[in-house]
T-cell receptor, first 107, second 117 residues
């Protein structure tokens, strides 16, 4: 099956800093999503981005499908951004999740 | 209610108990999913229902039994569980295009945190 690798596995920031999270995948995909899992376990959709660039407030994402990677940018980070960020891709019938990036934003 | 709801939010059960997890989606979607998330592991897909028909069973033990009575409701019946089944169980829904099979964004419920004693 398709492999999904996320980096870095852990990231600690001071409030106000910017960061870039990366997702590499091993095969062509027709669906790529970024999720934020908050400390209470809820998964929140951030972006549906099989290709191109999207922005939503302080967050933006870019997927370069031909090179099999996606980037999630977080600018001016806030403590509420803390949690795990998952990339998930779908090349066949199922959505495959990466292991996530654990982000901690300190005040 | 909007989105995807799950009940209960927390469940503690003994190994001999029988319980059920419930998921309801209010988005008009035609596909629903059960995922398991254990500590320090990525989400694992358990079951997929499309148009109320089970289309995927990802080698899940028979002590987990899904049921999809209609496109808005999904249940996960639990019996004779083991302590290693303790995890966060997440339900999701999406709209799947019948011809292409391409799935739109998956929306997740808040999850049920299950502890098996």
């Amino acid at each position: 099956g398709i492999q999904v690798e996320q980096s870095p596995p852990d990231l600690i920031l001071q409030e106000g800093a910017n960061s870039t999270l990366r997702c590499n995948f091993s095969d062509s995909v027709n669906n790529l999503q970024w999720f934020h899992q908050n400390p209470w376990g809820q998964l929140i959709n951030l972006f549906y981005i099989p290709s191109g660039t999207k922005q939503n407030g302080r967050l933006s994402a870019t997927t370069v499908a031909t090179e099999r990677y996606s980037l999630l940018y977080i600018s001016s980070s806030q403590t509420t951004d803390s949690g795990v960020y998952f990339c998930a891709v779908k090349g066949g019938s199922r959505l495959t999740f990466g292991e996530g990036t654990q982000l901690t934003v300190n005040p | 209610e909007t989105g995807v709801t799950q009940t209960p939010r927390h469940l503690v059960m003994g190994m001999t108990n029988k319980k059920s997890l419930k998921c309801e989606q209010h988005l008009g979607h035609n596909a629903m999913y059960w995922y398991k998330q254990s500590a320090k592991k990525p989400l694992e897909l358990m079951f997929v229902y499309s148009l109320e028909e089970r289309v995927e069973n990802n080698s899940v033990p028979s002590r987990f039994s899904p049921e999809c009575p209609n496109s808005s409701h999904l249940f996960l019946h639990l019996h004779t569980l083991q302590p290693e089944d303790s995890a966060l169980y997440l339900c999701a829904s999406s709209q799947e295009a019948a011809i292409t099979g391409i799935t739109d964004t998956q929306y997740f419920g808040p999850g049920t945190r299950l502890t098996v004693l």
